[in-house]
């Protein structure tokens, strides 16, 4: 019997106007109530996972920030969390000086950037949380951050992701979420090993466990659950690296899945 069930939000749980239908949620709340852990995974900070699972009432930790950092919706304080250091993000900021490439960080909630662009602005984030322009990140106060975020092009994004491996080698986890996105992490950050933490300490073992997402993000942790699930319209990657891939997309996936594995 699966005891956790750990869902990623954007273009998985989420519809496409960015809310969960009623007849998910309904299904999610009914879920908690037979005893099954219900938790989210996401790369949002933690001030818009926190909205949609009060909506659903989830008692579980959330995993933010690609895993970065797990915190109770209704906690003041981080259950853990892993931030980059500023001497790494110093590092990213100098390579993205040299390319022209729009830098994004996080800080306590907010996010951080050197002006408010059109790349700010896609960020569903912003919605939750203000932005802090800093003018220059080279002569701003760096603080650890649990993320950091380039927007380019989609047929720029590999060739970003390329370059910053080069440079800075191992010493963070990068991924996407979007096809326009590159994230970067502490490098002993992903969803799947903040999920594994998490685990331990509630007891459940990783076979107990179903994960569903759509992105590259989410490729770890699919790989990672005793029962990994790539939604409808997930990404090719991660439909290749699924054990089951729903025949709904999105929210309505989530109620597939449940109606499936949790009768």
């Not at 981080?78 to 590092?91: G, K, V």
């Amino acid at each position: 019997m699966y005891k956790l069930l750990a869902i990623d939000l954007d273009d998985t749980l989420l519809a496409e106007d960015l809310t969960i239908p009623q007849e998910t949620a309904a299904k999610l709340r009914a879920l908690q109530q037979k005893g099954v852990g219900v938790t989210l995974a996401t790369g949002r900070m933690f001030t818009s996972a926190r909205i949609y699972a009060l909506q659903l009432g989830l008692k579980l930790p959330l995993v933010t920030y690609n895993g970065a950092v797990v915190r109770a919706a209704t906690s003041d304080t981080a259950f853990f969390s892993h931030l980059i250091p500023p001497e790494q993000i110093r590092e990213v900021i100098a390579c993205c000086k040299e390319h022209n490439w729009y830098l994004q960080l996080y800080s306590n909630d907010q996010i951080v950037v050197e002006k408010i662009t059109a790349e700010t602005r896609i960020d569903p984030d912003l919605k939750n949380t203000t932005a802090l322009e800093v003018d220059d990140f080279l002569t701003a106060e760096i603080k650890p951050s649990p993320k950091m975020m380039i927007v380019e092009t989609p047929e720029n994004i590999g060739r970003v992701a390329d370059t910053l491996r080069q440079t800075i080698g191992d010493a963070l986890y990068i991924t996407g979420s979007k096809p326009y996105l590159v994230e970067m992490m502490s490098r002993n950050v992903s969803k799947a090993k903040a999920l594994a933490e998490l685990c331990i300490k509630l007891g459940i073992d990783r076979r107990e466990v179903i994960t569903v997402g759509d992105s590259g993000n989410d490729l770890e942790m699919v790989e990672w659950a005793g029962l990994g699930i790539a939604v409808g319209n997930a990404s090719a990657t991660l439909k290749n690296a699924a054990d089951y891939i729903s025949t709904a997309q999105r929210s309505q996936a989530i109620c597939e899945i449940i109606d499936k594995y949790f009768k």
